[in-house]
């Protein structure tokens, strides 16, 4: 039975904010936010032990990017993953998450 998804590494291949750099929140879909990072095209974030656990029904697990607007006081969403308990023993895995020009790739494992 999976326990966790282990976030490993969130990669910047396109930004939208035209100062060069995307402040980014990382949050649980439906939850609140865990990371607030500001990245530069092809930058890469490493979470440090950033474990998020699956619930007794094993539920797959959303994890959200949003872009966030400091002047404006407002976050536009870029995008959300899934991860699923079945990719358990499977090694890492990449998805892309994107929207409106923004593009970054979420790295994670599922112990």
Same mark, same amino acid.
Do not use: C
């Given at each position: 039975?999976?326990?966790?998804?282990?976030?490993?590494?969130?990669?910047?291949?396109?930004?939208?904010? #035209? +100062?060069? $750099?995307?402040?980014?929140? &990382?949050?649980?879909?439906?939850?609140?936010?865990?990371? =607030?990072?500001?990245?530069?095209?092809?930058?890469?974030?490493?979470?440090?032990?950033?474990?998020?656990?699956?619930? #007794? +029904?094993? $539920?797959?697990?959303?994890? &959200?990017?949003?872009?966030?607007?400091?002047?404006?006081? =407002?976050?536009?969403?870029?995008?959300?993953?899934?991860?699923?308990?079945?990719?358990?023993?499977?090694?890492?895995?990449?998805?892309?998450?994107?929207?409106?020009?923004?593009?970054?790739?979420?790295?994670?494992?599922?112990?």
């Amino acid at each position: 039975m999976a326990t966790y998804a282990k976030l490993l590494w969130l990669e910047a291949k396109a930004i939208r904010d #035209p +100062d060069g $750099a995307d402040e980014i929140a &990382v949050s649980r879909q439906g939850g609140v936010v865990f990371e =607030q990072i500001r990245l530069r095209k092809n930058e890469v974030f490493t979470f440090d032990n950033r474990l998020l656990p699956f619930g #007794p +029904d094993q $539920a797959p697990i959303g994890v &959200v990017l949003t872009e966030v607007d400091e002047a404006a006081h =407002q976050g536009t969403t870029i995008g959300s993953v899934t991860i699923s308990p079945a990719e358990l023993g499977l090694g890492e895995w990449t998805q892309r998450i994107g929207n409106a020009g923004a593009l970054y790739q979420l790295t994670y494992t599922v112990i």
